[in-house]
T-cell receptor, first 113, second 111 residues
Framework: NAGVTQTPKFQVLKTGQSMTLQCAQD?????MYWYRQDPGMGLRLIYY???????DKGEVPNGYNVSRLNKREFSLRLESAAPSQTSVYFC????????????FGPGTRLTVL | QKEVEQDPGPLSVPEGAIVSLNCTYS??????FMWYRQYSRKGPELLMY????GNKEDGRFTAQVDKSSKYISLFIRDSQPSDSATYLC???????????FGKGTKLSVIP
């Protein structure tokens, strides 16, 4: 039982390049989330998916797109990377049960030059 | 005013000390309160979960919620070097999927 896994762990991009961050969970959770974490800013929600087939914007969605590929997988795409997107990206999933606890992946450290 | 305020520290204490970490919030709709622990270069992990007001204890950790003051606390007794991490408070309203996080307090426990 791996929990939430993310790939890649590290990535360096040049301004204007595109990339997709992958996330998968094996806990049979319905909901999945993408956050970014920046120094002094805390964790901010980019997009979330309440269930398979649905996605919605969070606090900071500009410059990102997401795809809920199936119940297990939720990807985050940067179409044209900008230096302001340099951050650590975390994926999370939750069971939407009584506690709705969110479980986080190990993160992807992205640098945009 | 930010919805959730948390002193970023850093906080440095000697091993064995009692640690008090706090957050204040402004949204009276928040009903569920959590504390996450994040080790360096790792993802956050849930440490404590509390619904509405009151106390909850788990080993050396105690979480308190005072909804009348919009104030939550995490106490760590007999702190250990392994407790050195960043502690994030998080909260959400009833029926809401979205967590609002504090910015985190970095704690160092010195042997």
């Amino acid at each position: 039982n791996a929990g939430v896994t993310q790939t890649p762990k590290f990535q360096v991009l040049k301004t204007g390049q595109s990339m997709t961050l992958q996330c998968a969970q094996d806990m049979n959770h319905n909901s999945m989330y993408w956050y970014r974490q920046d120094p002094g800013m805390g964790l901010r929600l980019i997009y979330y998916s309440a269930s398979e087939g649905t996605t919605d914007k969070g606090e900071v969605p500009n410059g990102y797109n997401v795809s809920r590929l199936n119940k297990r997988e939720f990807s985050l795409r940067l179409e044209s990377a900008a230096p302001s997107q340099t951050s650590v990206y975390f994926c999370a999933s939750s069971d939407r049960g009584a506690t709705d606890t969110q479980y986080f992946g190990p993160g992807t450290r992205l640098t945009v030059l | 005013q930010k919805e959730v305020e948390q002193d970023p520290g850093p906080l440095s204490v000697p091993e064995g000390a009692i640690v008090s970490l706090n957050c204040t919030y402004s949204n009276s709709a928040f009903q569920y309160f959590m504390w996450y622990r994040q080790y360096s270069r790792k993802g956050p992990e849930l440490l404590m979960y509390t619904y509405s007001s009151g106390n909850k204890e788990d080993g050396r950790f105690t979480a308190q919620v005072d909804k009348s003051s919009k104030y939550i606390s995490l106490f760590i007794r007999d702190s250990q070097p392994s407790d050195s991490a960043t502690y994030l408070c998080a909260m959400r309203g009833s029926g809401s999927y979205q967590l609002t996080f504090g910015k985190g307090t970095k704690l160092s426990v010195i042997p």
